[in-house]
């Protein structure tokens, strides 16, 4: 058995798993999984950063956070799983159907962190101390705030968020409820280490030439005003994967599923059933 640590959600029959993005434990997505186990078995497995001992820097290649997936898929002894992700776990769970199809059926990649050919080209060779000079995200997650006096201060400073307008109150709870921890003093603190956070997004992952030897089932989701699918990586997917079911929500963005997570299960149930 495998001791990557994992939530199961729940339900019977075949196997969903759900892979995590950047910063969002697997129970902040309660309100889209949870609907799921009315059809499937819904796991969730903790991707690295919320369970390695070691520095983030350890981190050479998102393919390792794949070979984790792997090695839990198969420590659980399973095989032909509904592989689902969004953004980082989405290239996570596509980068693991690579190497082992035999381990998944479908695939369900929301939001993934599917950038330009030419941006992947020309970022590779940035050295990675520079990145944050021109991704603003890296050094926002260096610099976030980590610490609270309780949930319900994050849960107020959150909700003011122009990143959480979408969000219900119930997908908001889940993330002040599972998203963080008690801390030392009676504080309460992330649960995905911030430095973590920030090293995984100093990455431009090759994706391109890997997902034309995919030869399951995908479906693809973009929200329509995403800032991680580009227009132009979008129309590139469309133009270059015709076999592919790709769906683009309107007025909603990266964090698409925890947005409109019924929407989101409606349209995956949709696809799923084909």
Wanted: overall charge neutral.
């Amino acid at each position: 058995m495998s001791n990557i640590p994992f939530e199961d959600f729940g339900g019977e029959g075949e196997v969903l798993h759900f892979a995590h993005a950047n910063g969002y434990p697997p129970s902040c997505y309660r309100q889209l999984l949870l609907p799921l186990t009315e059809h499937y078995r819904v796991l969730g497995m903790h991707l690295r950063p919320m369970w390695s001992k070691e520095p983030p820097t350890s981190l050479k290649s998102w393919e390792t956070l794949a070979e984790d997936l792997i090695a839990f898929l198969e420590g659980q002894g399973l095989k032909k799983v509904i592989g689902v992700g969004h953004s980082l776990g989405a290239v996570t769970t596509m980068f693991a159907a690579v190497k082992r199809p035999d381990l998944f059926s479908k695939l369900v990649l929301l939001e993934p962190v599917f950038l330009p050919p030419k941006v992947i080209f020309w970022g590779s060779f940035v050295p990675r101390f520079m990145r944050g000079w021109f991704l603003p995200f890296i050094p926002r997650a260096k610099n976030r705030t980590h610490l609270w006096d309780s949930r319900e201060e994050v849960f107020t400073s959150y909700r003011n968020k122009k990143v959480f307008s979408h969000f219900s109150d119930e997908v908001l709870r889940d993330f002040v409820e599972h998203g963080l921890e008690e801390k030392e003093g009676g504080k309460v603190g992330l649960v995905y280490p911030r430095e973590w956070e920030a090293h995984i997004y100093s990455f431009f992952p090759g994706v391109w030439k890997p997902l034309k030897t995919i030869e399951l089932p995908i479906l693809g989701v973009r929200g329509e005003k995403s800032d991680t699918i580009f227009p132009h990586a979008w129309a590139f997917w469309k133009a270059h994967y015709p076999g592919h079911t790709l769906v683009e929500f309107p007025d909603s963005g990266h964090l698409v599923p925890l947005e409109y997570p019924q929407k989101v299960v409606e349209q995956m149930l949709s696809f799923l059933a084909e």
